[in-house]
């Protein structure tokens, strides 16, 4: 017979959620500045949440808490450049800030 797994001070228990909603969207924009310029801006919504999520042992209701590492906007803009020479292009490493 199995013994059932209790868990300590230098564990973690993994438990999964038993219902979320998870609703959003985004918005990516590229605007070509010049034949060598490029903007980038990128608008993300999120909202997420825990539905029905309890321990199983019914000790703590976690009903209605927004997800972990679900945040509820995120925005990037960025920059890049393409350089020209006579043997060709290099396009330029981009340049974001979140």
Known sequence: MP????PSPT???HLNV???EIL????????????SDRLNL???YLNAHNIRFQLPDGSAN???????YAPDWT???G???DFHFDSGYVRGKRLDQV
Do not use: W
């Open 79 to 81: 920059y890049a450049h």
């Open 24 to 35: 959003g969207n985004q918005l990516d924009l590229i605007y070509k500045v010049t034949t």
């Open 11 to 13: 564990s973690s228990r």
């Open 18 to 20: 038993q219902k979320t």
């Open 75 to 77: 925005v990037t803009a």
């Open 62 to 68: 976690f009903d209605g808490f927004q997800l972990q």
């Open 3 to 6: 013994r059932p797994i209790t």
């Open 42 to 44: 990128s608008v993300g």
